[in-house]
T-cell receptor, first 116, second 113 residues
Framework: DGGITQSPKYLFRKEGQNVTLSCEQN?????MYWYRQDPGQGLRLIYY???????QKGDIAEGYSVSREKKESFPLTVTSAQKNPTAFYLC???????????????FGPGTRLLVL | SQQGEEDPQALSIQEGENATMNCSYK?????LQWYRQNSGRGLVHLIL?????REKHSGRLRVTLDTSKKSSSLLITASRAADTASYFC?????????????FGSGTQLTVLP
């Protein structure tokens, strides 16, 4: 089955702790994205990557970090600098034609992060 | 900042009725997309309409785009209980080099059996 997987489904973070959310896709997509969704809100872009070993900050990158060492994987680390991390985190992927036109994005099932 | 804003925020209808959701945006767009999100799940792409298109159909879905009014509407005909979900519009700006999707805050649709 082709698709995007995210793990874990639920993640608990202690004060001052860094945590990493996993995102893997087997759709052979070049572009991957991380979004944050707060209750009753739309999605806000944290980071995106159009190609391996390259990524760009989105609208709310502060307190987060990413890496893109493999085409299939785009892990997100929520650092201790992110003071309000409780949210639903969604990973997505899309094709990238080289002239980025806002292609359809395919989403994973999400990770809910809670602070202890 | 969120470019697209959906209206209404919540909509409750009976099964079999039609549901109409609207989206307004602020800047010129390359395309506009509609997504559905079931509670606690990821988003599912429904339909993409480009700035040079005025109307698009997909099954029971009909999307219109009026670039002069900077607005779009999503019509779901003959609604079913399974259509209960949040619906988001997402716009892609035609300016700038990074064509990310910018999401609105969504319409929560409830279809009563």
């Amino acid at each position: 089955d082709g698709g995007i997987t995210q793990s874990p489904k639920y993640l608990f973070r202690k004060e001052g702790q860094n945590v990493t959310l996993s995102c893997e896709q087997n759709l052979n997509h070049d572009a991957m994205y991380w979004y944050r969704q707060d209750p009753g809100q739309g999605l806000r872009l944290i980071y995106y990557s159009q190609i391996v070993n390259d990524f760009q900050k989105g609208d709310i990158a502060e307190g987060y970090s990413v890496s893109r060492e493999k085409k299939e994987s785009f892990p997100l680390t929520v650092t201790s600098a992110q003071k309000n991390p409780t949210a639903f985190y969604l990973c997505a992927s899309s094709i990238y034609s080289g002239a980025f036109q806002g292609e359809t994005q395919y989403f994973g099932p999400g990770t809910r992060l809670l602070v202890l | 900042s969120q470019q697209g804003e959906e209206d209404p925020q919540a909509l409750s209808i009976q099964e079999g009725e039609n549901a109409t959701m609207n989206c307004s945006y602020k800047t010129s767009i390359n395309n506009l997309q509609w997504y559905r999100q079931n509670s606690g799940r990821g988003l599912v792409h429904l339909i993409l309409i480009r700035s040079n298109e005025r109307e698009k159909h997909s099954g029971r879905l009909r999307v219109t785009l009026d670039t002069s009014k900077k607005s779009s509407s999503l019509l779901i005909t003959a609604s079913r209980a399974a259509d209960t979900a949040s619906y988001f519009c997402a716009t892609v700006s035609s300016s700038g080099s990074a064509r990310q999707l910018t999401f609105g805050s969504g319409t929560q649709l409830t279809v009563l059996p």
